[in-house]
């Protein structure tokens, strides 16, 4: 109370912003198809332990992927996807994809990054017109926190960044 007469009993309700991540776990990953731009939060994420095990991903002497989400992601076109989170994420972020939908099976990623552009993460891989990938996005440690994830498709053939010419 505020005063010696404002006493008295009352009730006090206390909530959580966010609540439980939908997409906490790989057997129930947010689906996405083609390209463009999904907002995300790993905030309230756990870490799973799918995608764990990935040697890959094994970078800045830390091999996990903290406060992970799972996207079940179908290629639009045939050529490199281009997966970032590059100066929009307010965190330091992991990503890792592997082939096909569901759960991964350890040892099986097919690219996995952190910190490809200072903080934020950027992985590159061939993909199929019409395939489906699973896409881990997390963080290194236990940052957490907001961001987008950029999805893009490049040419068909090799990565942009296959020889000295396009060096990035």
């Known amino acids: 109370g505020y005063s010696v007469t404002g006493f008295g009993a009352g009730n006090l309700t206390v909530s959580v912003a966010g609540g439980p991540i939908s997409q906490d776990d790989c057997a129930n990953p947010a689906v996405i198809a083609g390209t463009g731009i999904w907002p995300y939060s790993t905030l309230n994420a756990t870490t799973g332990t799918e995608g764990q095990n990935e040697l890959l991903c094994d970078q800045f002497d830390s091999i996990i992927i903290a406060k992970d989400i799972w996207f079940e992601w179908t290629a639009p076109e045939d050529g490199i996807a281009i997966v970032q989170n590059c100066a929009v994420a307010d965190h330091d972020t992991k990503i890792a994809a592997y082939s096909g939908a569901g759960c991964p099976v350890d040892?099986?990623?097919?690219?996995?990054?952190?910190?490809?552009?200072?903080?934020?993460?950027?992985?590159e891989f061939s993909v199929t017109s019409g395939s489906t990938y699973t896409l881990q996005i997390g963080c290194f440690a236990e940052s957490g926190g907001g961001a987008e994830l950029q999805i893009d498709i490049s040419g068909t053939g090799s990565a942009t960044n296959d020889d000295c010419a396009n060096a990035e």
């Open 107 to 123: 040892g099986t990623a097919i690219a996995c990054n952190d910190d490809s552009c200072r903080l934020s993460s950027k992985i």
